[in-house]
Every structure is written in structure tokens, then in C-alpha cells.
């Protein structure tokens, strides 16, 4: 059984960043698609990117284009979330999820078979 843990949320001023963990138990990690996805409090649940296993190619949401970098560290079985000029409205609780090789159109959650509990990012003077 896949499980994912994600770490490094907290409390930002605007315009800070922050460095999003998620860390899977998984032997291979290039057999998975990793999306990070966030959710505000009385909102749905949107995508915000996704880093495939196949080629490492990554996918975004418009609102995070240019603010925010995927990446991941094979070795590290681990999967980052680079977070810059964040704003208010990034606030939320965000999770990553796993999905088999291929990443889903960003905000898709149908394919993700495997979530963690999720970190809480709070963006505030």
C-alpha cells in the first residue's frame, strides 16, 4: 500500500515562499504520477500540478504558473512543491496524490488512487 506524507506548510506573509514535502513509501517512484492539489476552507478541492513518472514532465494550474515549481528527487523517494510569491488566495490545505505513471489533466482527481493527510498553508499579514 502506497501511503504519501506531506510536510512544510505553515504560516507566510505575501509574497513569501515556501517548500511543500510530500514523501512516498514506494520503491519506484517513476511508476507514479505525482499532483499536488489544495483546498480552501468552503471551497472545492482544485489541482494546482503534477509531475509525471514517465519523463518527468510537469503540469500546472494557470493561477500557480510561475510561482510555483514541481519537482521530485528520485532517490529521496520525494516529490517538492516550491511555493513563491505567494498570495492570500494560495491559502488552504494542500495534499499530494498518486497516480499509475501518467499525470491527469490538472485539477482531474479521477486517476489519483492514493492521497496523504494533507499540510496546511496559511498566507497572511
Known amino acids: 500500500q502506497l501511503q504519501l506524507v506531506e510536510s512544510g506548510g505553515g504560516l507566510v506573509q505575501p509574497g513569501g515562499s515556501l517548500r511543500l514535502s510530500c514523501a512516498a513509501s514506494?520503491?519506484?517512484?517513476?511508476?507514479?504520477?505525482i499532483g499536488w492539489f489544495r483546498q480552501a476552507p468552503g471551497k472545492e478541492r482544485e489541482g494546482v500540478s503534477c509531475v509525471s513518472g514517465s519523463d518527468g514532465s510537469t503540469y500546472y494550474a494557470d493561477s500557480v504558473k510561475g510561482r510555483f515549481t514541481i519537482s521530485r528527487d528520485n532517490g529521496k523517494n520525494t516529490v517538492y512543491l516550491q511555493m513563491n510569491s505567494l498570495k492570500p488566495e494560495d491559502t488552504g490545505v494542500y495534499y499530494c496524490?498518486?497516480?499509475?505513471?501518467?499525470?491527469?489533466?490538472?485539477?482531474?482527481?479521477?486517476?489519483?488512487?492514493?492521497w496523504g493527510q494533507g499540510t496546511q498553508v496559511t498566507v497572511s499579514s
Open positions: 514506494v520503491f519506484t517512484l517513476t511508476d507514479y504520477a
Open positions: 496524490a498518486a497516480a499509475r505513471r501518467f499525470c491527469p489533466p490538472v485539477g482531474v482527481e479521477l486517476g489519483y488512487n492514493y
